[in-house]
């Protein structure tokens, strides 16, 4: 299975989380070693800071996404 490259559902790409109202969620803050109770905003634990996670493709989307490919590159037939 191939992997992609797509933007942290959790942080949308902002790289720190601000899902509670402005300040980070209560994973977030114990995966940075803060109380849950701080207002604080920290790097999102899920993808680590970086704003994108890997995500792996499911083999039938590879089968219609080269397929797509393929009949926009032939050229039309006379």
């Given at each position: 299975?191939?992997?992609?490259?797509?933007?942290?559902?959790?942080?949308?790409?902002?790289?720190?989380?601000?899902?509670?109202?402005?300040?980070?969620?209560?994973?977030?803050?114990?995966?940075?070693?803060?109380?849950?109770?701080?207002?604080?905003?920290?790097?999102?634990?899920?993808?680590?800071?970086?704003?994108?996670?890997?995500?792996?493709?499911?083999?039938?989307?590879e089968a219609t996404d080269a397929e797509a490919q393929e009949s926009t590159e032939a050229p039309p037939e006379?």
């Open positions: 299975m191939a992997k992609k490259l797509v933007v942290c559902e959790h942080c949308g790409g902002q790289k720190t989380c601000t899902r509670s109202g402005g300040r980070s969620c209560a994973v977030c803050l114990k995966a940075a070693g803060r109380s849950t109770k701080q207002w604080a905003t920290v790097r999102c634990s899920y993808c680590g800071g970086i704003g994108r996670i890997w995500v792996e493709e499911e083999e039938g989307d006379a």
